[in-house]
Structure formats: structure tokens, C-alpha cells
């Protein structure tokens, strides 16, 4: 029987419905991040760098980009004879097949997947923040208090408590208390979402909290129930940079970051490198007119144009004359001759056609959709081709192979969408 | 499969200079990414070879290191796969390779446990990409004994290459090795197509007779005895030779079809996956006309040059005409031109490196100054 004395189990599910079209066909975790990564990228690399080397991945919604992306394991050297990276996604069992319905049903759904390590640890994990950090640090303070279960905690300023699942917590910072979103926050430690747990005490909280709840989570149910039970649970803390990139502002936001020159979040540090999967290595090219700066650029780039403040994927090529200020292209996009973007953020393998202007005019509120798009912030969606000369405006989405007919007299007002429903090319 | 492939290092030369004073020629970084041997590695594994030594002597440190792992070329199998061989000592041979030919002779049980019919002989110190598979069926239309992939160099000077002299039906009829008075401008590539079980039995006949040279003992000697032909290959071609071709080589990468070929098109050049963060470009950059390697952080100007992985330029320092390799730190204020800073050289602030196109200034790797 094998034997790990801790495994990993990422929770790899979430739509993350509020990054709007970037998450229409791929899971948040998929979604690029500072040009050539994909968010769950640093949850794996954060893994093998702790020396972990068995991680369970668990997919539900739309997971083939992120099996794709994950393969067998090799660029985060999870590619082992004995653990290293499986996929796991909801399958039918003997009486009906069951989704995973909630956090700790995920893990509940795969108990003998964990028992097959025989584990004494196991650490659960969501595969959609950006952050550098340590497990095995995190199973030293586990080991050296006796936890049941350690929750990695962030202090955060009061006023935002609100937002956050907070700790409230007593000597040796054991966890007395945790409330979700409290209206009186008592404290500052907001849950990153990190759990170790002895999997035997957390095998059988699993079990009984199946048996009470159909969809078992674990700030719900899991956690209040030991500390219930006056388990033995303590706050982590972290003080390091964690992000949430949940909206399509803080997704704008935290890849503007790295381009700082000292940013917070240092991607440039030789002894924690972050992998992924790319499967080609070229470098980029500069072209003689191009001017490029306060950006940064992936690999296979080539740049004729004027690229300033943005962060580009992998394959992104810029013609002549173009503009790119203030955004986001994705890997495989290109933008031809002309074309001027001003905080926008273009998804994978689009074609944004000659002097196709995006970001100008007011910054009205998406109209079907405010509550995402409502920072001044376009967004196309991947796949996406835009024909020549069209101008679009702020808060706006596009989506699907556009022709000039889906646009009046070439315009997409401030606050439009135009998303193509129908069969993928 | 047809063919298994055999990848020399393709000599010593000195001609490179401090450049391969710690490296084999086959480890030279070219192209912003790329190692010398990634071209003929790539050629052979996107033609569907499945199987290649490679055979290595001088300096092979550097070069086990690019190749520690097959997997980034595909050739990491449990059928066939990638073989590394270097000289060993063994009671009845206490020498290196004693020529090309020994090379192989000395790994022949490669050859002879293998039971594909053909043999691809490429030299790893060459740029250029290939479908080898167009070879093999010129060499079976051919019903050649050995096909040697030449090509014509046109205007050049090519006394310092193989010359080949072909008939009509591109069958070999001179050879001459590095001749003062070429007398036909067709060189051969040293590229080899051959069958399997008579390179076996050519190699068991020459090292009898004390003979260890592919070309003087294998191709002139027998060029009448068995029949050679020329595959004329047209393509971008270059063999790294000297401090001049090296420096030649990065820079035709600045050209958009050298470009396109090498970077672009289908099929692509793999090399060893380094996990290196998108190129930084920070206030006060400004690069033109160059080609910059994966985790650079680039604070001043680059025009011109050929940048590796994560290398390092401060602020206001300008680089023209260069070519750095990577981890190399270059401090505020300098000035490059017409250079070639190999590996992790330290350039302090303020410095001035300007050599000539003739004449480029070299810096050995590690070099601080």
C-alpha cells in the first residue's frame, strides 16, 4: 500500500460566473493570468515547490481546457510513477451519478481516491488564487500544535471583515469562532480557503456531515461542526500576497500589478518558479518601429506596434500601427494594422481586424449585465474575430465571429453586448 | 519506423574561441532559445524518428546537461528514445573517438540492435530545418547505397567544406575534402543516408584496417565502389564554424523569413522547457529590431540584438549589434556594440564593450568585469 504523509486535494470546480465571458467555455482555474499562466498554475507549482507530489484535481464545471492544460502532470513535474496529478471529476456510480453539490461533498465523493495514499494530512486547496506559498510550513505549525484542522488565515483591514469568512480566534491563535461575512466582524483573519486536515478526523466529519447535508461544505458545515465538537482547529497566518482575482476588475487589476517594477507579486524569484504548460519556448521578436514598455510579454510575441502598460500571452501578435494601452491579450490573439485598445481585456485566439477601435467613449454600465462589466473595462471573449473599422466603447462584450451586419453603422455603443450564441468553430 | 538517427558532434574547432572552451559546439545557444543540437534533435524527432544517439566528446558537460531529459524533444520513451554516448576507457581501447567513423564503430552495438532499416547521420552544429523522411525517399528512389544531402553554396567560399563533384543524375563522383582549388561549388551538409546493416559492415571493415574517418575512409574511398548520390537541399543552411558564422547565425534570426522558419512555421524547433516569467519591459525600455529570450527584465535600450533567457539591462545602457546569452546582468549606463557576452557575464555600470562586425568583442561566460 502506499503510503504519503500528506496529499493535496484542489478544488477545481468554480464557473466563477463574475469574470463574465472569460469563464463561458473554461473554468476559472483555466483562465490565463500574467501572460502565460493559468491561475491554477499556482496552486500546483505552490504544491511540487512544498514537495507535494500527489494532488487531486477536482473538475466540474467545463473541465476540458483544464485537462488539457494539466495532462499528466510534466511542466509541474507531477508526472510520478507513485501519485502525481490525477483529474477528478464527478462520475456515475451504481444507483444514479451525483455532481459534486458542494465543497466537501467534492472531497466526501472522493475519500477512496485519499484512502489509496493512505495519507496521515490531507490539504485542500482552490485552484483560483494567485499567491507564493509554503505548505510545508503550514503542516510544520499543524504538527506542532496537534490541529485537527488549520485554516490559513490573512489579516485583512477591518472595514472590508464584512466580505470575508473571519476567525475569530483565542490563545496560540486556536480558532474559537468562525463567522461567514459577519454584519460585527470581531476580528481580521478572513479564511484563505487553505485547510490541512488529519484526514482521519477529517474522513469522519466527511461522513457524518454527508448524512446531514446534501451539499456538505466545509465553511458551512464542516468547520462549524468541530469546532462544535471542540476539535482542535488553529489560524495560519499568512503575510504574503494572496489574491482573489474573482471580478473582472481585480482580474485587470492584479496583471496590471506585475508590470510595477517592483511588483508585490514577484513572478522573477529563482528559487519559487511558477510552471505551466507551453508547449512552444520561442523567444519574442521587437520589431524596428515597435515601442514597448512598462509591459510585459510572453514567449512567441511579435511586436510592430506600440504596446504600452499591458500584459500579453503567449503568440500575441501586434502589427503596425496598433495601440495596445492598458490591456490584456490573451495567447494567440492578433491585432492588426491600426487597431486601439484602451482597457480591455482580449481572451484567446481572437482576431481584432484593421483599425478596430475598443475602449473610447463613456463609462456606462454593461447594460445586461452591470454587476460585472461596469468599471470601463471591454471585454472579448476567445475565439472572437472583429471586422475591419468598428468601433466599440467601454463596458462592453463581444463574443463569436462578428461580421460588420452585427454592428449598427459599425459601432458597438459604451454598455453594449453582442455575444453570438451557437456551435464553437 | 524507417530509420534510426545518429547525431554527431561535429569536431573540434578552435576557431569558436572562448566559446566552446567549456562547451561542446552542439551546446552553442542560437536564436534566443535554442541550443545548437536543438535543430537536428527536432529534425529527427518531427520526421518521426523515434530513436537517435547522440555521440559526444569534447566538453560534453554542458551538452548531458540540455539533454538530462528527452522529454522536451519527444524522445523520452521506453521504446527507443533518446541515447547519449561518450568515450569510455576499456582495456582493449584507451582512446576518445579516433575519428567519425569510430564514433559510431565504438557505439555499434546501437546499430546492431536496432532493426530499423536505415540510418540518418546529422551533425549537431548545424541551423536548419529538415524533413528527413524526403531524404529517405529520394535515397530508396535512388536505390542508393548512401545518399549525402549537399548543397550548392552558390558564390561562397568553399574550401573549408566537403566538395562535391555529381553527374547529371546527382551521382557522386569527386569528393574533396577542404580543397585550395574547389572545383565545383556543391559542399556536402554531413548529412548521411545510409543503410543499416551495410553502415554496420563498412564500419567492421574500415576500423579493421585502422581506418576511423566517414569521409576520407567511408565516401572517397568508396565513392566508385558504392553508389553515392547528392540530395540537393535548398533551404537556410548554416554550420557553426567560427566567431564570425556564430555571430552571423544569431543575427539572420532578425530576419523575418530566418524568422518565420525557425520560430513560426509548422513544425516547431523544441528545446529543453525552462520555466522563465514573461519579458519584463520597464519604464525607460526601449528595444528595436531584436529578439528578446523568456524572464528578461529590460530597463534600457536593445537594438538590433539577440537577447537569451533572462538577461538583465539597466537603466539608460544601450546594446546595439549583439548578442547576449542568458543570465547575463548588464549595469546602468553601458554601452555595448558589436559584442557576444556569453552566460552570466557581469557587465558593472557604466562600462564601455564596442568591438567591430569584423571584429566582435567576446566575453567568456562568467566574466565580470
Known sequence: MHKKEIISMLLAGGQGSRLGILTKNLAKPAVTFGGKYRIIDFALSNCINSGIDTVGVLTQYEPLRLNQHIGIGIPWDLDRKAGGVTILSPYV?????????????????????????????????????????????????????????????????????????IMNTGEGDRIVEFEEKPKNPKSNLASMGIYIFTWKKLKQALIEDNARHEDSDFGKHIIPTMLENEDRLYAYRFRDYWKDVGTIESYWQANMELIETLPNFNLYEEFWEFYTNLDYQTPQYIGGEAEVHRSIISEGCEIYGTVINSVLGPGVIVENGAVIRDSIVMANSVLKEGVVLDRCIVAENCIINQNVKIGEGENIPNKDKPSIYNTGISVVGENTTIPEGIWIGKNCVVYGDTTPTHYDNGRLESGCSLILEGVEA | MRAVGIILEGGKTEKLKDLVAKRAIPAMPVGGSYRAIDFTLSNMSNSGINKVAVITQYNCRSLLDHLSSAKWWDLGRKQGGL??????????????????????????????????????????????????NKVLEYHQQKQADITIICKDMKDEDVSDYGVMNLDEDYRLKEFEEKPIDPQSSIISLGIYVIQRTLLIKLLEDIVSEGRFDIVNDIIIRYRRKLKIYGYPFEGYWRSLKSIGTYFDVNMDFLKKDVRDLFLKQYPHISTKVKDEPPVKYNPGACVKDSLVGGGSIINGCVEKSVLFRKVFTGTNSDIRNSVIMEGTYIGNNCRIEYAILDKEVVVSDGRELIGTKEKPIILKKGSVI
Not at chain 1, 500544535?145 to 490559513?152: K, R
Not at chain 2, 546492431?112 to 548545424?126: C, H, L, M, T, Y
Request: charged share 25%; with cysteine; net charge negative.
Open chain 1, 93 to 165: 456510480k451504481e444507483q444514479e451519478g451525483a455532481w459534486y453539490s458542494g465543497t466537501a461533498n467534492a472531497i466526501y465523493q472522493n475519500i477512496k481516491f485519499i484512502d489509496n495514499y493512505n495519507p496521515e494530512y490531507v490539504l485542500i486547496l482552490s485552484g483560483d488564487h494567485i499567491y507564493k506559498m509554503d505548505y510545508s510550513k503550514m503542516l510544520d505549525f499543524h504538527k506542532k500544535n496537534n490541529c485537527d484542522a488549520t485554516i490559513a488565515v490573512l489579516e485583512i483591514p477591518i472595514e472590508e471583515a464584512h466580505r470575508f469568512g
Open chain 2, 83 to 132: 541515447f547519449v554516448f561518450s568515450p569510455y576507457i576499456s582495456s582493449d581501447n584507451p582512446f576518445g573517438y579516433r575519428g567519425t567513423a569510430d564514433a559510431i564503430y565504438r557505439n555499434i552495438s546501437f546499430l546492431k540492435r536496432s532493426n530499423e532499416p536505415f540510418v540518418i547521420i546529422a551533425s549537431g552544429d548545424q541551423i536548419y530545418k529538415m524533413d528527413y
